[in-house]
């Protein structure tokens, strides 16, 4: 058979892929099988029948299986082999037929894979072993090598990141109650599964999960188990109608208890989001699981379709719900959708919404929302040994708080007479490459003019992200006497927003400290005889950074 290039209309309402696709058998080479791979499906195949070979070794998670003897076009060739019976994992020659799609397809467990159902599906196949003659020439080399057309072939797409713009783990619990009713529930998932393409769900973009909310909630699956929106859309679109009461405060506090954990694939340092969807009113109380959400971190959105008719108001048991489960109550985390019908235009003021992680409030915390420059006495009097010693200092503090592209900041800057960025709150978006650039910083050696270190790191170092969603932190450590005078510039820097730290070590003045250190002097001026104190000094800081930081948000 003869590889070639083609392109397959949409599926599944998304993007088209580029895809080698298996063409009917040359002539001359009919007992030669194909090389796939372990992802390769039913729909990548355009001739009726084809003959291939599976790698060995595939891991069972790679497989996607729908359906049992005829398999939807959507399934991996190779893992229908297994589940069939056909081949093992050490892999093998295989005979695909094309067949009509189906009504239905049923799912069921054989051979080490679980099949998926799946409703009415366009196309098919099923999988059998190859004829004697056909494993004979199975076990003779096989050339994959494609005859030269004088053009580059085109690389195969990669498979996407995600929207990287949109850092977000996100849970949509849905509305399966019979208040909703089997043909609502379907438009629900529609615009859903729309919302799970248009965010752009990725390894790394935003992932997504689906609980349901019916008399028992259900998770219908994690955010862990798809990082691709076609799989995500996929998996939505599975989803099975429960029934009963919508419970949705249990299903909330449920979501909340078992959802969002480090084994189910939350990442940490990224806002974690529920949307709750509310068809009329919840039949139980949701305040409360509101609360707790609030206290795990958690961004509550309510997306009320449908509300309350006023004659209906009767039935509902508090009609102030959503302000009550939502993170804030200040518009932002509460969306209506008048009728499930023409929900496109919706999807992308949400999405808005859902990526505006500076808006995040509920997930903000003095770990993950700081910027903190640490500003570092480089004189003489310090000594190579001593300020090794500050690096330290840095690093541990450092290590506490949450350092990502949308989380806390650290910048370092050095200075005597003169000042240098070791490196600013954008060059390292990681905890580990800002404790490499701790270690690298180099010693200048000179004299002292901290008034003038102040003024450059707040017009240099804070200037850039004083707009910003993070609360800002200068933290100085200096041994000695500035040259130049401090009350100014700090005091400029307090007006401009930035909460100062001073530490100060062997010589110096307790009142240069208490000018630089912010209000109450007392928290935020620390001193200690000897460099090695610096150690002990550290866990203090960090409660003041997280103190000033909560009193900033009362």
Request: proline content about 4%; overall charge positive; aromatic content about 10%.
């Amino acid at each position: 058979m003869a590889l070639e290039r083609c392109n397959y209309d949409r599926v599944m309402t998304i993007q088209m892929y580029s895809v080698f696709c298996l063409a009917s058998p040359a002539q001359g080479d009919s007992s030669a099988p194909v090389p796939i791979t372990c992802h390769t499906r039913g729909l990548d195949i355009r001739s009726e029948t084809a003959y291939v070979l599976c790698p060995a070794n595939c891991p069972i998670w790679q497989y996607s299986v729908i359906g049992n003897v005829v398999y939807a076009s959507l399934s991996s060739v190779c893992g229908a082999a297994v589940h069939r019976g056909v081949i093992t994992s050490t892999g093998g020659a295989v005979m695909v037929q094309k067949l009509a799609g189906q009504e239905s397809y049923s799912g069921i467990y054989a051979n080490g894979i679980q099949s998926q159902g799946l409703g009415k599906w366009s196309s098919s196949f099923s999988v059998a072993k190859a004829s004697s003659r056909s494993l004979e020439a199975a076990a003779r080399p096989v050339s994959t090598a494609r005859p030269s057309t004088g053009k580059r072939p085109k690389k195969l797409l990669e498979k996407k990141s995600g929207n990287q713009d949109c850092k977000a783990d996100i849970a949509f619990l849905i509305d399966g109650s019979y208040n909703i009713g089997q043909r609502r529930f379907n438009l629900q998932k529609n615009f859903v599964g729309k919302l799970a393409v248009m965010l752009g769900v990725g390894s790394e973009g935003p992932h997504v999960g689906v609980v349901q909310a019916s008399e028992h909630p259900k998770i219908e699956f994690y955010l862990k188990n798809f990082t691709a929106a076609k799989d995500a859309l996929f998996a939505i679109k599975e989803i099975g109608f429960r029934g009963g009461n919508s419970n949705t405060g249990k299903a909330l506090k449920h979501t909340i208890q078992r959802f969002f954990s480090a084994e189910n694939g939350v990442r940490k340092g990224i806002p974690k989001i529920i949307v709750v969807f509310i068809d009329g009113w919840p039949s139980d109380d949701i305040e409360e699981a509101g609360i707790v959400a609030r206290e795990f971190g958690i961004n509550v959105f309510i997306v009320s379709i449908a509300k309350p008719a006023p004659e209906e108001l009767g039935m509902v048991q508090d009609v102030g719900f959503v302000d009550k489960a939502v993170c804030r109550s200040n518009g932002f985390f509460s969306y209506h959708i008048p009728t499930w019908f023409g929900t496109t235009k919706y999807v992308k003021p949400l999405i808005q919404k859902l990526c505006a992680h500076e808006q995040m409030l509920c997930s903000k915390t003095c770990y993950n929302s700081v910027n903190i420059a640490f500003l570092i006495d480089g004189s003489s009097s310090v000594g190579d040994s001593n300020f090794r010693l500050m690096l330290e200092f840095i690093g541990n503090v450092a290590k506490a708080f949450e350092i990502t592209d949308i989380g806390s900041k650290i910048a370092v800057v050095q200075f005597t007479y003169d000042q240098r960025i070791e490196f600013s709150f954008t060059d390292y978006i990681t905890k580990e490459r800002v404790l490499a650039g701790v270690r690298g910083v180099r010693y200048m050696s000179g004299g002292t003019a901290t008034g003038e270190a102040i003024t450059y790191t707040a017009r240099n170092v804070f200037g850039p992200v004083r707009n910003g969603p993070n609360k800002n932190f200068l933290v100085i450590l200096t041994d000695g006497q500035s040259y130049d005078d401090v009350r100014g510039p700090a005091a400029a820097a307090h007006k401009a927003g930035i909460t100062v730290f001073s530490i100060g070590v062997a010589w110096a003045p307790l009142d240069d400290l208490k000018d630089m250190a912010s209000e109450p002097k007392d928290t935020h001026t620390f001193f200690s005889r000897e460099f090695t104190g610096l150690e002990q000094i550290v866990p203090d800081v960090i409660r003041g950074i997280c103190r000033d930081f909560l009193d900033s948000n009362q």
